[in-house]
Each structure stands twice: as C-alpha cells, then as structure tokens.
C-alpha cells in the first residue's frame, strides 16, 4: 500500500550517503499518499489513557506543553497548536503498513511511528533529537528548517520542551503531501504548520553505552547470572598495599571480559533487552483461549497477524538451538521449527501460502497457540 521511492538513489546509496551522516528532502518518497489515519481518529485516541499524547503550543508568547488523555480540544482555537501522538503503530493497523517500507533498516533499530496533527502556524518548536526520524508529510503542508549538526545550544523553553537557540538552515523547504524528510541525530529542526496538516515520522532508537550496562545489569541480577567470584589462588606477597597493580588490575577486568565474551549470556541479555516495548501494547488476549488444533485450522485460510508494535528477534545461531525474543522474553522452541519462527521475526502478516508447510507442526501450533492466546498474534479477518 505505501510504496517508498527513494527518488535518485536506491536503498544502498541512501545507506552510504545520508543514513547518520546528512539531512535530505525526499520529493514524492510516498507517490499518491493518504493519511492512513483522519486527524478525528486521531483526536479519539489521544483522548484514550494507554496512548502517549501531547498538546504543544504558545500562549501570550511562551511555549506550552500537555500531556494526554485530553477531554476536548475547543480551548485550543483555529490555529497555532500541534498534537503528537506517540506509537501509532501499536493503534492503527493501516498506520502501521507505513513502516513496512523502512524494512532495509533491522527492526531493533526502529522505535515507532509518531504522528503529528497541527493547525496553521502549529509547531513543537525549533529543537534537535537524538534519534534518526523519516518525517512523511501527510495531508497540508508545512514549512521544515533544518541546520548543521555541530555545537548548538539547548534550553527549556518550557519543562518538557527542549528548544535550540536560533540556526541558520542548511534545508529550508515547504513539504507537500508525500514528501519524506531524513534526519539524522543532532540536526536541529523545526516545521511550522502552513495549514491543517498531518505527519508521520518513522523513529529509529539507539542506546547509549551506559543504558546498555545498566541494562545488562539488571538482567544478570534478574536472571541470577554472573555471580561468580574474583578468584586469585596464585598470589606472591607484594610490598605496597595500597597499590591494585597492573596484574590485579587485569585479573579484575577479565573477570567483566569474560561476562562479555560469554556470547549465551550477551545474545540472550541482547534479544530481550531489544524486544522491550516502549510504548504500551494493545495487548487483548483472546476471550476464549483457543487450543493449537483450533489454530491449526484456521490458519489454513486466515493470515497471521503480528501486534502492532511488538517486538520479536532472533539470532541466526539461537534461533537454530532453538531461542528467540519477544516483547522482553526468551522463549525455547523444538529447533525444527527455526523458519517458522523466522517467519513470525521477519514479518508483520503472514499468509496461509507461507505457513503452508507448518500448521499441522504441533511443535509450531503449539507455539503460536501460547502467542496468540497472550494477545502477541492474531488472526486477520
Ligand atoms: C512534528 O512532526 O511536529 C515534529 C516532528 C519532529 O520534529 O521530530
Ligand atoms: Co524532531
């Protein structure tokens, strides 16, 4: 449904030359795009307590922020406020597909799809983020500046709004329906609404060293892993007792080395730490658990839905043995059913075509049936 045309370049040229490196305007990226979602709908669901919303706009010259659920939006007048609505993706199962063309970039990079509506003059104000953002301009038009990276400086304009002092451009364009705006982390920013217009930004994450450690520090505690001791049997008496020298030095970062070389313990802390949602699911176990012999029927002839905004990754080598993440969790499987798994990994739907060769595997139904009865899978109409 949304096919992405990258104009001049193919997906490697794109890889090469802008991905992480330089901003880019790309005309018509969407060819022929309709908001996959109306601004109505998407005031509805800001209105919802699990969806993460917020309101920004000026009032007598300062910078505003709400967050949602919101009970109306009449006091905000005809113009100069913007919604965003967070993990679209995770809502609206036709917002969703907007990803999909994003594919060429691995999953555990993405973050989620964030909307915007915005009246004439809206904005959130001119600021850099730290992330990577494919911002599809949907329905209207707005007005995008867009600077160097380099030394900026960043102020509250307001406790949850943190703004840039004033750029010079190195992209200033108006952006019609169907354009997509790359940026990379640390460019700053700032679109200005110049009618009632929609937008759709493909987010990407990544993770700080120190998140990475603490992360993996809180697995090891979770998981009762890495409890073993500093040992050191061959020791010769030294002189200076105050000193950690260079040998205990080493024998005390071996013992952190080894914890890192220790691939099981790395990939699993890797595959569930990657496969923790951010943003909440809309996680509806089915009412009435179903059992695998119900499943294998009926995926004969329905396609097999992934929820949106769930996470789910595998190793090339532990999905071999058997291993796979979703949503924060390992999970073990009879390792002939590695492709099908794959196959749950890789894509949002699956047709009965493709699961053609596995829906009479009791070790596969068995499987999905613990998946869809948690809400994670389900069936398309
Ligand atoms: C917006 O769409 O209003 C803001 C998007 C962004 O700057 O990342
Ligand atoms: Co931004």
Redesign the pocket.
């Known amino acids: 449904m949304f096919e992405l045309n990258l104009s001049e370049f193919t997906q490697e040229q794109f890889l090469r030359d802008y991905w992480q490196k330089k901003p880019v305007l790309i005309r018509q990226g969407f060819k022929n795009f309709v908001d996959p979602i109306s601004a109505d709908e998407l005031a509805g669901l800001a209105m919802e307590s699990e969806v993460e919303s917020r309101l920004v706009y000026k009032k007598d010259g300062q910078w505003q922020a709400q967050f949602g659920p919101f009970d109306g939006y009449d006091h905000l007048g005809e113009q100069d406020w913007?919604l965003?609505v967070q993990a679209l993706d995770n809502w609206s199962e036709e917002a969703a597909k907007m990803i999909e063309p994003f594919r060429f970039i691995p999953h555990w990079r993405l973050d989620d799809l964030?909307t915007?509506f915005?009246t004439k003059g809206g904005?959130?104000g001119p600021?850099i983020?730290k992330y990577d953002?494919f911002?599809c301009q949907g329905s209207g038009s707005r007005h995008w500046r867009v600077g160097n990276n380099g030394d900026h400086q960043e102020f509250s304009a307001h406790e949850v709004l943190l703004h840039v002092k004033p750029f010079d451009a190195i992209i200033d364009v108006e952006v019609n329906t169907g354009d997509i705006l790359y940026?990379p982390p640390g460019f700053p920013?700032e679109?200005v609404s110049l009618n009632t217009s929609m937008?759709f930004?493909v987010?990407f994450r990544t993770t700080s060293t120190v998140s990475l450690f603490s992360g993996l520090a809180d697995h090891l505690i979770d998981n009762e892993l890495g409890e073993e001791l500093i040992e050191d049997p061959q020791r010769s008496p030294i002189t200076q007792s105050g000193e950690i020298n260079q040998s205990d030095y080493q024998l005390i970062k071996a013992q952190l080395s080894q914890l890192l070389d220790n691939d099981d313990v790395v990939k699993q802390f890797i595959g569930c730490y990657m496969t923790k949602a951010k943003h909440e699911l809309d996680l509806m176990p089915a009412d009435e658990q179903l059992t695998a012999d119900d499943i294998s029927e009926i995926l004969t002839t329905n396609s097999l839905m992934r929820l949106g905004g769930l996470r789910a990754f595998y190793f090339s080598d532990t999905v071999e043995q058997g291993l796979c993440y979703i949503d924060g969790n390992e999970y073990t499987f009879a390792n002939n059913i590695a492709p099908a798994i794959k196959l749950l990994c890789d894509n949002v739907e699956i047709t009965p075509e493709q699961l053609n060769q596995w829906y009479e595997n009791t070790d596969f139904t068995q499987f999905i049936c613990e998946q869809i009865n948690a809400g994670y899978w389900y069936f398309a109409e």
């Open positions: 913007s965003v964030m915007s915005a904005s959130v600021h983020d953002v911002i940026i920013h679109g937008s930004s987010g």
